[in-house]
Nanobody, 121 residues
């Protein structure tokens, strides 16, 4: 099957930066869109940013101008550079990818286990 493994979360002060990474591995034929979602305590999971295999990006209004999503298709990896972090960015960040698995038609969504980003002084 397919595994998504996130890294790069942690504790950072307001105004600071973090870079999240998510590497996909397993029986992958191709990956369509990849993205980052987040879920704060007591809130529903929300889209932060997404990127197509061709590099077209989409951002939540709350992170535009501060976060940048990118991907390395050769490494099946997606990144999220987060700058000017605020306490409102505190959440568990989840990686998502639409993956076509070897010998199976169609793409299916896969999720990582999440990485905690905490912004606090």
């Amino acid at each position: 099957q397919v595994q998504l493994v996130e890294s790069g979360g942690g504790l950072v002060q307001p105004g600071g930066s973090l870079r999240l990474s998510c590497a996909a591995s397993g029986s992958i034929f191709s990956i369509y869109a990849m993205g980052w979602y987040r879920q704060a305590p007591g809130e529903r999971r929300e889209l932060v940013a997404s990127i197509t295999s061709g590099g077209i990006t989409n951002y939540a209004d709350s992170v535009k101008g501060r976060f940048t999503i990118s991907r390395d298709n050769a490494k099946n990896t997606v990144y999220l550079q987060m700058n000017s972090l605020t306490p409102e960015d505190t959440a568990v960040y989840y990686c998502n990818a639409d993956v076509v698995v070897l010998a199976r038609p169609g793409a299916m969504p896969y999720w990582g286990e999440g990485t905690l980003v905490a912004v606090s002084s």
